[in-house]
């Protein structure tokens, strides 16, 4: 069963009249939400908003644990997570859509793994490859199908947050090899790693990071705010064509 985290702005992707809500308790604390179960072309599908029912929940506040834990308890066997991210590379331009293949972490004091307690043993998990190769397969075929246009690989870079990145910095996540830049990546991807859940990302670029372009001197919030809605419709029909491959 699929499952959408979705994060800034894509709160109403779609219009679910038999939806209903499940709320989990985990071993963890509360997840960001109740999880939103609901059919989307033919198929049942999770959602679940990272942020909290009216996006009160910064990223460093996040209960990571307990939003992957609630989704595996719900019965999710894959994870599509939605994000907004700022654009580095020349071609990350605001309005793109990117499926990254790959993770830079710097966030720091989150709570990042499941085997951290006395009562568990500690696990090691291999994280080479950070995404599920044939689930971003799958997310490049969906929009393939829907005539969506998407860039089929970058680095992204999984800042603290909630504040915007400085341009020093940016300049930083460059010349480490990022392409993208967002908050809320990690720890999320890991412990979807460690569930043993396939997990990928749907990016939608909403502007270009600190320092770069029109954001050369300051980033234009409302700009973002509108950059996002103009995306929400196309990143729905890609979600449409992926659930509907078993249809």
Not at 135 to 150: F, H, M, N
Not at 165 to 176: G, H, M, N, P
Request: hydrophobic content about 45%.
């Amino acid at each position: 069963m699929l499952a959408i985290i979705g994060g800034s702005g894509v709160g109403q992707l779609f219009d679910l009249p038999d939806r209903r809500r499940r709320i989990i308790r985990t071993p963890y604390g509360d997840p960001s939400a109740p999880i939103v179960v609901a059919s989307v072309a033919g198929q049942k599908t999770l959602f679940l908003a990272r942020h909290g029912s009216g996006h009160v929940l910064p990223p460093h506040r996040i209960n990571y644990r307990a939003n992957i834990y609630a989704l595996k308890e719900a019965g999710a066997t894959a994870i599509v997570a939605l994000a907004s991210v700022g654009g580095i590379a020349p071609d990350a331009v605001p309005g793109v859509i990117a499926v990254p293949h790959q993770i830079l972490d710097y966030t720091h004091g989150r709570e990042a793994t499941f085997f951290d307690g006395a009562d568990r043993v500690v696990r090691h998990v291999d994280f080479t490859e950070p995404y599920d190769a044939s689930l971003r397969r799958r997310l490049l075929d969906a929009a393939a199908t829907v005539g969506e246009a998407v860039l089929d690989r970058g680095v992204y870079a999984a800042t603290q947050g909630p504040r915007l990145e400085t341009a020093a910095e940016i300049i930083r996540l460059r010349q480490d090899g990022a392409t993208l830049v967002g908050m809320t990546g990690m720890p999320e991807a890991v412990l979807a790693r460690e569930l043993e859940l396939p997990y990928a990302h749907l990016c939608f670029v909403v502007n270009w990071a600190a320092g770069l372009g029109d954001s050369a001197s300051a980033i234009d919030l409302a700009a973002i705010d509108r950059t996002i809605v103009g995306c929400v419709e196309r990143v729905r029909r890609v979600i449409l064509a992926l659930a509907g491959e078993s249809t």
